[in-house]
């Protein structure tokens, strides 16, 4: 799963780097590792939380469902944007599902890590006077 994440998250810079005019296979490959990776790895999280959501109180539980609603989303966008590419080619409604697509991807990443509870107990800044006595 880690190794899907990371291939993923290298292609969305890529995408970005090499443009769709000058370096058409390289940007295709990029964002084919983007869409597709993040699509199998979100789907692999989903299934992996939804086999554990007993463990968790119930807004947990309603949070991994909700998870779940969204990558099928996730899917069904990506999908549309892929079938859109191939019959229309580029442009159009084509890039508009592709940046949707993107955006859908960033966002629900940003809120599937910053709405975890673990995340604010590792990431809670020390005021200074905390950091004062740790040092001292």
Known sequence: MMYIGMVSMVGLPMVGMFDEKMWKTLHG???GMFFGGFMIYARILSVAMNEVKDQ???PTQAAIKSMN???TGLILTTVAF?????LRGS??????????TGIYFVNFFSIASYANPFYDSVHQPKDKKEQEEVTA
């Open 91 to 100: 442009g159009g409604i084509t890039a508009i599902l592709e940046w949707a």
């Open 82 to 86: 892929g079938i859109s590419l191939a």
């Open 29 to 31: 490959i990029s964002a």
């Open 56 to 58: 968790f109180d119930q």
């Open 69 to 71: 609603s969204n990558v």
